[in-house]
């Protein structure tokens, strides 16, 4: 089979079409799916893939996440905060910061891994996506660009960055899966000035978040 622009349209609209059948509701974040070609953000050589309602390897022992997770996500924050700036934690492919672009918000995205940075960065541009991404730990946040009215974070996480929740601006809110290394809670944390609301829905399966020391074993080996 040729895997022709056409092709991935059809495949890309069939993947909308299963995640409104899974109970995704948001018309923009559904929009979206539909505009991102999830196909650009795939290696090459594996992008008959790209519409699998599945998590991808994208290398570095890291993943694309599943359309369906990425969707949830997007939809705890929109259905939350419509506009303004957001703050995504782990790049990865870069395709959850052209979702958030294709709705409209101001995108900042941190990653850790330098090969996963450089070439999300280049899609970026390739794709001429008004998204600021930066190299490091996005478990401190983004100080200089603070406060965010959302920050998503897209890998597991052993408890609630204290540093994100203080970057968030009032009535901001945070969108992060908690708990241990095989699943954790997807958690959205409201703050109300000095207050911060919890609240919990589903169980999910992410790859961690890489602490410090992981940080220094990715630097020197790449
Ligand atoms: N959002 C990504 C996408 O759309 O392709 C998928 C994210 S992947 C499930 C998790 C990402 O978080 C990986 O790229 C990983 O390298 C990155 N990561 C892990 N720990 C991190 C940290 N402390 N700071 C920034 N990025 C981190």
Redesign the pocket.
């Known amino acids: 089979m040729e895997w022709s622009e056409s092709v991935f349209d059809g495949r890309r609209r069939e993947m909308v079409e299963g995640l409104r059948r899974s109970g995704i509701m948001n018309a923009r974040v559904l929009e979206a799916f539909l505009e991102v070609r999830r196909h650009l953000?795939f290696p090459e050589s594996e992008r008959e893939h790209a519409y699998d309602d599945a998590a991808w390897p994208?290398g570095?022992g890291?993943?694309?996440?599943q359309p369906y997770t990425?969707a949830y996500m997007t939809s705890l924050l929109a259905d939350r905060v419509p506009s303004g700036k957001v703050l995504?934690?782990?790049?990865?492919?870069?395709?959850?910061s052209a979702i958030l672009d294709a709705m409209g918000y101001r995108v900042f995205t941190?990653?850790?891994?330098l090969p996963?940075y450089s070439d999300a960065l280049g899609r970026f541009r390739r794709f001429a996506l008004p998204v600021a991404a930066k190299l490091g730990?996005?478990?401190e946040g983004w100080p200089e660009e603070a406060p965010f009215n959302a920050v998503l974070v897209?890998?597991a996480a052993p408890k609630e960055p204290e540093a994100l929740l203080r970057q968030l601006s009032d009535n901001g809110c945070l969108v992060i899966p908690l708990g241990g290394m095989d699943v954790q809670q997807m958690t959205v944390i409201t703050r109300r000035g000095e207050v911060f609301l919890r609240e919990r829905y589903h169980e999910f399966a992410?790859?961690p978040?890489?602490g410090r020391e992981g940080w220094e074993e990715e630097q020197e080996q790449s």
Request: proline share 0%; glycine share 12%; charged share 15%.
């Open positions: 953000f994208i570095h890291q993943t694309i996440s990425v995504e934690v782990g790049t990865g492919s870069g395709y959850q941190i990653e850790r891994v996963l730990d996005g478990s897209t890998a992410f790859v978040l890489i």
